[in-house]
């Protein structure tokens, strides 16, 4: 491995997740890390309202664990 040499700033900005339960619920959650908000879009037919409190709980705990650090010198080659 080698140290990066002319990366000099490596930070999260916005992430794309699909989650989808045991039923066939399936959504798309869209986190903005930078902005501090998150969107979900519905891809299946089916609604479960428990999975959806779980996903929404789920992103509010990724935004309160963003740290807005910059990561290039955690990244080798």
Not at 1 to 19: E, G, H, R, T, W
Not at 30 to 46: L, T, W
């Amino acid at each position: 491995m080698k140290d990066l040499k002319y990366i000099k700033s490596f930070v999260f900005d916005f992430a794309q997740y699909y989650l989808d339960d045991a039923s066939g619920d399936k959504i798309m959650l869209k986190i903005n890390y930078k902005e501090n908000n998150y969107s979900v879009y519905k891809q299946g037919n089916i609604y479960n309202a428990n999975f959806r409190k779980e996903v929404d709980d789920l992103a509010k705990s990724l935004l309160g664990k963003k740290s807005g650090i910059n990561r290039v010198n955690m990244i080798k080659l």
